[in-house]
């Protein structure tokens, strides 16, 4: 299972990492551990890709990459500590409003930031993708 965590700042912003592996734009996460604990291992990975330390705040959404079999948790957080960094998954770091998100980020990828930058009194999205695009329903819905 994988976690991601969407940073927002005082502004409504998200905080997004381009991978250093793919390049592409994603908001920071991972693989939990075996024996990890999901919110102590988003803690770890945001920790380990953006220097940030973080309070969980709430789950978002549910994500499965049907191709791979992966299943995504998404959750809202806000920074605790530490200072934006590059790091070694990391090269580089932005705070995105919606817009921007849009256009750097995969349909896939961008639709878990802007669930996640909504009210946050909304039920969690469930959302299915084929790791580019969503499958079943049209980006924006």
Known sequence: MSVAGVILDDAGRALLIQR???SHWEAPGG???VDEDI???LKREVLEETGLQVHVEHLTGVYKNMKRGIVALVFRCR???GS???????QDLRWMGLEEVRALATEAFAVR???AMADPLTSPAVRHHDGTHLIGETFGS
């Open 39 to 41: 919110r102590a291992g």
């Open 79 to 81: 920074v605790l500590g």
């Open 84 to 90: 934006v960094r590059e790091t070694n998954e990391a």
């Open 113 to 115: 930031v802007l669930d």
């Open 20 to 22: 250093r592996d793919n």
């Open 31 to 33: 693989i939990l551990e």
